[in-house]
C-alpha cells in the first residue's frame, strides 16, 4: 500500500489567507511550505518536489490554470494538485479537473475542508469540496434535462445527493431506504450514463454546468 504524502507546496502571494493554510497544515502534520515563487520560473524537475502535493490559487484565466497543471506534469508525470477557487468559477475547476488537478476546493471552505481534501490527496484519491459541487448544482442543473434524461425520478434524487457530496449512508437516511437500495440506484445510474464511478458523476456535473 502506497505511503501518505506528507510534503505540500502551497504557490500563492504571500497573505494572511496562505499564511493561516500553511499553518492549519503544519498543525496536521503535513510538511507544508509556501512560496510565492512564479510558475513560468521553477524548476518542476527540482528534487524538492518529489513526493509533494503542489496546491495553487485559480487567480489566472482557465486556461493559464490548464497550462500549469500540464507544465507539471510534462516535468515531474502524475503529479497530486489542488486548485483552489477565489470564486464560483465552474469552468475554471473543470479546466482543472480535465488537465489532471486531484482536488477542487473553494477559499472560503472552513478549516475541515482543507485538511480532508489534502488528507484525501496524500491518500492518492482524488477530491473535490462540497462547496464547489453545490455551486454547480445550484446555477440549475434541473433546468437542463439532457443530462438525467436517462435516470427514473429516484435515480434523480441520489444522483443530486451523491453529487452534493452526501455518503451512501447519508444519502439512505434522507431519502428513507436501506444503503444497498441506493448502491442498486447507483449502479443503475453509471450503467445508464455510462461513467464508472461518482467521481466520473461529479465531473459531468460540471461539464454540463460549463457548457450551460
Not at 12 to 20: D, F, I, K, N, V
Not at 54 to 81: C, K, L, N, V, Y
Not at 132 to 138: P, T
Not at 147 to 170: C, F, K, M, N, W
Request: hydrophobic share 45%; proline share 4%; charged share 25%.
Amino acid at each position: 500500500m502506497q505511503e501518505p504524502i506528507e510534503k505540500v507546496w502551497i504557490f500563492a502571494p504571500t497573505s494572511l489567507l496562505w499564511s493561516g493554510i500553511e499553518a492549519l497544515l503544519r498543525a496536521e502534520r503535513f510538511r507544508a511550505r509556501l512560496t510565492d515563487g512564479d510558475f513560468q520560473t521553477v524548476d518542476w524537475n527540482d528534487p524538492r518536489f518529489d513526493d509533494a502535493i503542489i496546491i495553487f490559487g485559480a487567480d489566472r484565466p482557465d486556461q493559464q490554470i490548464a497550462e500549469h497543471i500540464q507544465m507539471i506534469s510534462d516535468a515531474r508525470g502524475p503529479t497530486p494538485i489542488v486548485l483552489v477557487l477565489s470564486q464560483d468559477d465552474h469552468r475554471a475547476a473543470l479546466s482543472a479537473i480535465a488537465a489532471g488537478a486531484s482536488g477542487i476546493i473553494h477559499e472560503d471552505d472552513d478549516a475541515h475542508s482543507m485538511v480532508t481534501c489534502v488528507r484525501e490527496i496524500a491518500r492518492g484519491r482524488e477530491w473535490v469540496s462540497q462547496s464547489v459541487i453545490s455551486a454547480a448544482l445550484n446555477r440549475g442543473l434541473d433546468q437542463h434535462q439532457s443530462l438525467y434524461a436517462p435516470l427514473t425520478a429516484r435515480e434523480r434524487q441520489v444522483a443530486d445527493l451523491i453529487a452534493a457530496g452526501r455518503s451512501t449512508d447519508t444519502v439512505a437516511s434522507e431519502l428513507e431506504m436501506a444503503a444497498g437500495t441506493v448502491k442498486v440506484h447507483l449502479h443503475n445510474i453509471y450503467k445508464k450514463l455510462a461513467i464508472p464511478d461518482r467521481g466520473q458523476l461529479i465531473r459531468l456535473i460540471l461539464e454540463e454546468r460549463t457548457r450551460n
